[in-house]
């Protein structure tokens, strides 16, 4: 399984941006699609999740408000719409797929079996 996240780059304060994150090469879709992000010097913290039916999402609280996450289960591609982006959130951003049939979305980044490769999301002020 392999996921490819995309979307990052250079804003301003207060902009938007969409990230997306790809699934290819597996033969399931993966249960709990979660976004992540590690700052240089920082650990890797939870951003958002999703579960496969949509109907549980769960978020950092640092994030709510302003990111919102979403799956498009026939094509396989998690979303994070950023709003109201903040220096702070400048951070690199990994996607995770969970096999785990679990009715949470876990914030622990162990739960997550695959990763992506990560994308820059830079906000300056």
């Known amino acids: 399984v392999q996921l490819q996240a995309s979307g990052g780059g250079l804003v301003q304060a207060g902009d938007s941006l969409t990230l997306s994150c790809v699934v290819s090469?597996?033969?399931?879709?993966?249960?709990?699609m979660g976004w992540f992000r590690q700052a240089p010097g920082n650990e890797r913290q939870f951003v958002a999740g999703?579960?496969?039916?949509?109907?549980?999402?769960n978020y950092a609280d640092s994030v709510k408000g302003r990111f919102t996450i979403s799956r498009d289960n026939r094509e396989n591609t998690a979303y994070l719409q950023m709003n109201s982006l903040k220096p702070e959130d400048t951070a690199v951003y990994y996607c995770?797929?969970?096999?785990?049939?679990?009715?949470?979305?876990?914030?622990?980044?162990?739960?997550?079996?695959?990763w992506g490769q990560g994308t820059l999301v830079t906000v300056s002020s």
């Open positions: 995770a797929a969970s096999r785990t049939q679990t009715m949470f979305v876990s914030k622990d980044p162990a739960s997550y079996d695959f």
């Open positions: 999703i579960r496969l039916t949509a109907t549980r999402t």
């Open positions: 090469g597996g033969t399931f879709s993966p249960n709990v």
